[in-house]
Structure formats: structure tokens, C-alpha cells
């Protein structure tokens, strides 16, 4: 038998329009019947008026609802993944590419996940441990990426990136990015990375603003193991979805691989990943008309 369905709400508070939309959905829940856990934000430095204690605060609920751009579902990923909780992301932020439903469309949206008309689409993430002196000293989940860059006053960092197999390459230039699918659309993208369809079973690495002509994109499968050491003694980071971050040392190692979890997306069949690419990364347009 299937277990009642119980809403979380997670809302980006900085944005006017999503805070309305969580309004209004927590009326339209109300007036439904819905159970639901009142409206939530990730991040500590929100205005008061939302939950913070979210692991206590979204513990009744079995389905999210984000409402924000790609930056409040990344963050929801984290926490829903080891859960197995099911993710539907409302598009109120900037760009919204993984975003699965405009505005117009909650009430909609909200009907179908009661009537379990909706699927799933799993998502790989990657785990990143970081160790100092061998020594496991940090962790984070990430759905888009994991990003080793340079610190806001540093020179070049020097990435020694490693494989299972073997030695890959040192890259020279603002950083390496190891990204899955999902985020080869994002940071990835942006940096020269190829376009991956989110199903294709791969991790990438992508070097930032290498200092070399010869520096390019390498496409690995998923079950391999990459190992990060920074070389340079000058102030570096590492970020996971650009919203946890850590300051590294001369020596650090990052070890990332696919971790044991995926996040799950609620998909209605409205959008494909092609139309996306059309419609917000403007891939259709033609230039010169």
C-alpha cells in the first residue's frame, strides 16, 4: 500500500516571487487536506519566518517541493538523496534548467503527485572526501559538481589529477571541475565541457582556464575513482555544488567518486532534456537573423 503523501516545502527565501508561490501552495495544501511540513530554507543566513533545522523540521516528509532556481533543488539534493525522497522543482529561480514546472503549473503539478501520476528519474551524484595527511577530514554530496579552483588572490593552482588506472594529468590554470551529467550543463558547460545527457553513465573532468593549449575535457565512466592532490602552495578551495566549501592546504587530496545514492526527480513528461537545451540554454537560436 502506498504511504499518504506528505509535502516538504523548501523555498529560496531571496527571491519575492518564490516566497509568494510557497504562500500560496501552502493554501492550496491546506485547503486539500494535504499534510505538509511548513516552509523551509537551507540557507543559515535567511530572514526569519522559515525553518532552519531542516533535517528535524522535513522529517515527516516523503516528497520535496523546491521552490527557487537550480541552486535551491542542488541543495535539496543533499539533504533528499540518502533519504530515497523524491524531488519537484518549481521554476522560480534565474535559469531553472532542472527545474520541472513553470509557476503557472503548481496547482497542476500538486493534483498529479496526489494521484501518483508523475515518474522518476534518478540522477547520479558524487561523493567527495577530503583528505589531509590521509586523514579523512571532510565530505559532501553533489549532484552537479566538484570543483577544485583557486583561492580570490591566488595565482595558478597546480591540480594533479589521478585515475584508478594511473597518473591522468597536472592542470595548470584557475582549477578542475569533476562534474556528473546534471552539472555538465552548468559550471562544466561553461568551462568548454561537453553536453552529457543526464542518463549516460559517465563523470568528467574539466580543467578551469588551463594554461595550456593541449588541456581538454576527459570523459570517464562512473565507476571510476578520481583523485585530486593540490601542488601549489598558494590558497585554493574546494566546492561541491558551489555551496559547500572548504579551504585546502598544499598536499590536500580530493578522492571522488559516484556515490551510493542518486537523487530522484518527479518528471511529468512535459519538458525533455532537448527541449531544456532549446528553450533555456538557447540552443535553437539563430545568430545573424
Known sequence: MKAPCTIGIVVNPHR???????????QLLTESGVP???????DARAPTGFAKDVESHLE?????????GDGTLLAAS???APRGIPLLSIRLGGFGFLAE???HEIEWAVRRILSGEYSIEERIMLHAVLLRGGTETAESLALNDVVVTRGALSRVVLVRTEVAAGYLSTYSGDGVIV???TGSTAYSLSSGGPIVHPSVPVILITPICPHSLNARSV????????????ESSDEAM?????????????????????????????KFGLRSFYDNLQTRLRWADSFGT
Open 36 to 42: 505538509f511540513c511548513s516552509p523551509c530554507v537551507f
Open 60 to 68: 515527516p516528509a516523503n516528497i520535496l517541493v523546491t521552490l527557487g
Open 101 to 103: 514546472v513553470e509557476p
Open 16 to 26: 519575492p516571487k518564490a516566497v509568494e508561490a510557497a504562500e500560496k501552495l501552502v
Open 78 to 80: 543533499r539533504y533528499a
Open 179 to 181: 562534474s556528473t551529467p
Open 219 to 230: 570523459v570517464l565512466s562512473d565507476e571510476e575513482t578520481v583523485l585530486l592532490t593540490v
Open 238 to 266: 574546494m566546492t561541491a555544488d558551489g555551496q559547500v566549501g572548504f579551504t585546502l592546504q598544499q598536499g590536500d587530496q580530493i578522492r571522488i567518486k559516484r556515490a551510493d545514492v542518486k537523487a530522484r526527480l518527479i
